[in-house]
């Protein structure tokens, strides 16, 4: 019976690292509220993180935007200078590599974690 529980385990590890990583995305955000309808995100083969960035105007704290999606490793953990009609900003890049970890407040209980929570739970019996 062990073997099975070990084999379902694994198909479920498989299955979770299979799916993809799974992010929050907001094209952009003012006073931390969704512009556009947001929702979850599969993201594909070439992003494995997800990312949070925060742009801010040079000279006022008033003014900040945000955007929430899936990014390519290279773009992660930078903070970049930029202008917009001749207004100098700066946006701050922050990446995570787990599913939803880049905002939010639901809470997402991965296939993998669910099997181990079973075998657990099987076992100690």
């Known amino acids: 019976m062990a073997a099975v529980w070990t084999r379902l385990l694994l198909l479920g590890l498989v299955v979770a690292v299979a799916h993809g990583l799974t992010c929050r995305r ?3 955000a003012i006073l931390g509220r969704c512009l556009s ?3 979850d995100v599969q993201c594909n083969s070439t992003t494995s993180s997800c990312f949070s960035a925060t742009t801010a105007f040079n000279g006022t704290s008033a003014i900040r ?3 929430r999606g899936c990014a390519l490793d290279l773009a992660c953990d930078q903070t970049l200078p930029g202008t917009f009609l001749g207004l ?3 946006t701050s890049i922050r990446c995570c590599r787990t599913d939803l970890c880049n905002g939010g407040t639901s ?5 993998a974690a669910a099997c181990a929570a079973v075998l657990a739970s099987l076992w100690a019996r």
């Open 26 to 28: 907001c094209p952009i």
């Open 37 to 39: 309808p947001s929702d």
């Open 65 to 67: 935007l945000q955007t």
């Open 88 to 90: 100098g900003f700066t």
């Open 107 to 111: 809470v997402q209980l991965s296939l």
